[in-house]
């Protein structure tokens, strides 16, 4: 069993940046992958990206690309995701999630969620 918690959450202005963390306990393989979802009211959780946890690749799609960054500790057990350049569109809940499979963009492919943390962006 994995069990993550989000924090780093808050309210930005618009240009500014945010470092969210997540904590994991319970056992990591190599072969697990960290993803990164948002989801803003009425909107479905979307991929913000991801993180292989033994290789360290990362994914991101085109929305955040060069803005947001990921990476993990694996001796802490630790997973960030840096955003930078943040835009109004970028308030959402965000949550960091394992996948045992391995690396995967679509939320129904990750088997453990931490409960989220706010982010807010003013214009």
């Known amino acids: 069993q994995v069990q993550l918690i989000e924090s780093g959450g808050g309210a930005v202005q618009a240009g500014g940046s945010l470092k969210l963390s997540c904590a994991i306990s319970?056992?990591?393989?190599?072969?697990?992958?960290v993803g990164w979802f948002r989801q803003a009211p009425g909107m479905v959780r979307e991929f913000v990206g991801g993180?292989?946890?033994?290789?360290?690749?990362?994914y991101y799609p085109n929305s955040v690309k060069g803005r947001f960054t990921v990476s993990r500790d694996m001796a802490k057990k630790t997973a960030a995701l840096q955003m930078n350049s943040l835009i109004a569109e970028d308030t959402a809940v965000y949550y960091c999630?394992?996948?045992?499979?391995?690396?995967?963009?679509?939320?129904?492919?990750?088997?453990?969620w931490g409960r989220g943390t706010q982010v807010t962006v003013s214009s």
């Open positions: 999630a394992v996948n045992r499979n391995g690396m995967a963009t679509t939320a129904k492919d990750y088997d453990y």
């Open positions: 993180i292989r946890w033994g290789y360290g690749t990362t």
């Open positions: 319970g056992r990591m393989f190599s072969s697990f992958a």
